[in-house]
Structures are given as structure tokens and as C-alpha cells.
């Protein structure tokens, strides 16, 4: 399977930050809306107010809690002016103040001369870094598209590959209507979380559309409910489909692990030759159940292996025992 390079976005303006889930609300009109924001962890300026600069990372948000806003009304009004300005004077694209706090209207002047933003939100401190980091931290994650129709199979995010024209699309639809939940036909976007987890959903233009040679496009949402969809899901196992080939020797036990990599995650793979005839949804849903299995402990093919060991083991044990007994028995003829 062909996997193409990833995208990750360069920057994220104030403006989208604004449309995120933080619930923010700007204080310096629209001052700053278009600055960039580089980098997707958040910084608290308690040393940069103090003086010290030296490692202020000034591209990215600043955080302004409670310690910020008491630390800032100890100080004299001249002192207070001049450690704001200390901020200020770098190329800080926001500055984000939680708990509804608000800047005193000279702070605001001097933000606005160095077209900083200033936006106050409603939320704690910890909520705003949870939530604020969490929305930058998918603006920021790795992106790709791959060419496959994406399912929720069971509670298994499964993606279906092969090239175009075998079935992949036809699989997802009788999936749908066996009572699976659909998130993306044709091109299906997966977005790296954290170091171990891919999540897939469908472009916003497609969305839920599915396409079948012969007929055209179905919408899946009005056709089938609500309840046939899913926005995103988790990818957990990847099914490549290939034209059966008599000379291929494929898996018969299931003995191996494949694994395919994306974006450095590697992913559950089976590859499942298909041919006129074949049920193929139903051995879809098999593997889904067999990877719950193995999810939970138990692998069938290790199973096999292991009582076979056993009776390899036993019946070994009963043919060296019987040879024992036939040499004691020509000994003691002997004698």
C-alpha cells in the first residue's frame, strides 16, 4: 500500500484560534487577528513579567492566570506599564486571559500598538490549557489522505485499501446495512493524536457520500439515519483487499503479526484475497470479532500451535514408552 507524505500545518492564525472550542472572546477589537501562531504548546510569562527574557518563547500563546493578573496588581502602575511592555516589545502573536480577567485599558493600549491580540475566556486556568492545547495540538498533528473507505466494524475502525475498482465501496455499503456505522468511502483523512493513536474521518466535502460504480453517489446519513455514521474514529486495523492469485501462498493460520506503518504508527494489517462469490462482509466482521479477541488475550492460531505442541508432545511420550516396553519384552525373551 502505497502511504503518501504527510502535511502538517506552518502556522495557525489568532482568527481560527477564535473559532475554536476555548470560547474566547477578544478585548483589543479586531488588533492581531491575523498574527501566526507557530507552535502548539501554550507558555505562562511569569519570568518575562519578572524581567528575565532570556528563554521566553514569545511565538507562542500566552497564557494569562490568575498568578499573572495578582502578580501584575502588586506592582505600581508605572512597574505594572513597564513589565507589560517587556512582553509586548517581542513578536507575541496573543495573549489569552482565563477566568474572564480583563487587561486595565493602558495595558490594552499598549497591546494594540504592537498588534498583539488579547482574548479573555470564561474557563479556569487548567480548563483553558486543557482544552486550548488540545484544539492546537490537532491544528498542529500530521495529516494525510489515503485512497480507502473507512468503517466502524464492531467498535473496530476499519480501513479498507485496494486499488480502484475492487470493491471497496460496495464492502462499506453492505457493512452499512448489516448495521455498521460508516466514517469515510474513497478518501479518508487520518490525523496523528499523541504518539500511538491515528484518527480518520472523511473530507468536508465528501463527508458521508458513497459511490457506486453503475449507480452514483448515496448519501449514507439520509438513506440509512443517523445512526449508520460516525464523524471520526480511531484506525485500529487495516484490510488490504487483493484479486485472488493461484500461484500467491497466502496466510492459512494466521501464525504471523503484519503491520503496516503510517505516520510512524504501526497499524494491525490482513491481507484478504477476494474473488467472485466470496463473502466478503462476513469475513470482514470476522476479522473485526478476531481482533477484539486478540485484543482481550486469546489468539485462536496460538491456541492451535499450542495444543499441538501438546499432542506432538504426548504422542511422542506414548511412542518412545511403547519402544521401552518392546525392548524390556525381547530383553527378558532373551534371558
Known sequence: MHVPTAVRKEFVTVRELLDGPVHLRPLTDDIGFDNHITDKSLHRPQLAL?????????????????????????????????AFQTICSFNVPVIVCAN????????????KEHNVAVLTTPFDTTKTIFVLSEFLDDQFAEQITLHGSF?????????????????????????????????????????KKRESVLMGTGSSLVKHLVEIRGLGLIDVRQMFGVRAIRFQKRLELIVELEDYNEIHEYDRLGMGESTLEILGVSIPSVKLPIFPGKNVTVISETIALNHLLKTYGYNAAQEFAQNLQKHLTAKTTSTTTQDLRSVTYFQSDDE
Open 100 to 111: 474572564d480577567h480583563e487587561l486595565d485599558s493602558e495595558l490594552l493600549a499598549i497591546a
Open 50 to 82: 519578572t524581567g528575565f527574557t532570556e528563554l521566553f518563547t514569545y511565538y507562542r500563546v500566552q497564557l494569562f492566570g490568575n498568578t499573572e493578573f495578582y502578580y501584575l496588581k502588586s506592582l505600581s502602575e508605572e512597574a505594572r506599564r513597564a
Open 151 to 191: 468503517v466502524d466494524v464492531y467498535g473496530i475502525g476499519m480501513l479498507f485499501v485496494g486499488d480502484s475498482g475492487i470493491g471497496k465501496s460496495e464492502i462499506a455499503l453492505d457493512l452499512v446495512e448489516r448495521g455498521h456505522r460508516l466514517v469515510a468511502d474513497d478518501a479518508t483523512m487520518l490525523t
